[in-house]
């Protein structure tokens, strides 16, 4: 469950420092305006993005904001080349090009650029596959299903890239050559800042596929949403965001204020801890985290399990520990009887155990499929254990509801 990787010569991964990812925005419609760059500057303010810690740049002509005005594909290669000309050869980073069409890619690979970052995930123009396929070059792909940026909350964010993989793969793109990018940002209407907060608060969902992790947060509106500033005033918010990204296992920032983030990198970087791995010969031996049963689903498909023996043991891969407060004595020993029966158990008070005490809490152990069981048997008890099924039900439920976990 550890990335280990190569990109471009770079390496990436977790026993690595995250990478800051410069953004050559040539895009005059951008909803950031101070990030816009002229053409005639760009080698120079790439230099300075290099010099001041960026390791990658990413250059986009179009503004992919959703209420930018449209340009067609010709005037976003006619800014594009240029600039990737005057780059060629000149500055010392691995040049990504940010695009959603084949054709702009395969001109922007053929003039120098190794690295294409599709937001649309390859869901805009399907033969951008084909062509990342044929010149082998690593992707960024942002997850999507119709539209860029379009999946709402991190179940669906994970479902997108599970497809964008499976069909990238199909597709003829080696394993190692995806770039995930959750798509952090106001993509369309329907998409409340609290998709944002937990899309970054459950960041370290997104290890379970064992690839490179891209985060573009900068400046983006659940900033702007919690701050109440313009996307102008929005760098402490960004680096702010850029900090839990990386300790949540972001391998690369990508962001227009390369000096800030690339001290925000380092520090957040050296306080993240590395996964637990032990190697010996042919044997491997590593902890895999799991907070969710559709997490479980992907990993045991990625072993090679079959879908539906999946879906039988994905229940039994999440271990909660749930306290229940003010129990009697009675409720708590069923529980117990109830939970051990199931394979789990239950800690309560001694003089409990001994019915010493008419109360007492209990702290329930087991997984989600042991819960859910657990509740439809007290659904039929009597005393107060249908109510404490209900609320078991709800707390679970909680630990996954984006507006009970951030709205406030």
Known sequence: MVVN??????KVGDQYPAHVMGVINLSPESFYEGSIISPESALEVARKMVEDGAT????????????????SRKQELERLLPVLEALEGNVDAVISVDTMFSEIAEEALKRGA????????????PRMIEVVADYGCPAVVMASEKTPGDPLGMDSIIEALDSIIQAAEAGGIAPDSLILDPAIGRWMDEKHPMYDFETL???ERLKIFEKPLLAALSRKSFIGEVLGKPASERLYGSLAATAIAVYKGAHIIRTHDVPETSDVVKLSGALRSRTSVVKEGRYEVSVLEVKTPLDAGIAMRKIGATRVGSQVMQGKSVHLVLKIRNLTTTEALIIK????ARGGDAALARDAVSHETEATDVLVMGTLLQFERLARKLDGQARSLPLIAEMIRECISNRTNPEYRYLR
Not at 5 to 10: A, E, K, S, V
Request: aromatic share 12%; with cysteine.
């Open 5 to 10: 990787t190569d990109i471009c010569g770079l």
């Open 56 to 71: 990658f740049l990413d250059i986009g002509a179009r503004s992919t904001w959703r209420f930018a005005e449209h340009i």
């Open 114 to 125: 190794q690295v294409i970052n599709d937001v649309s995930g390859f869901t805009a123009d």
């Open 201 to 203: 608060d459950d960041f």
């Open 337 to 340: 009887q109830e939970m051990l």
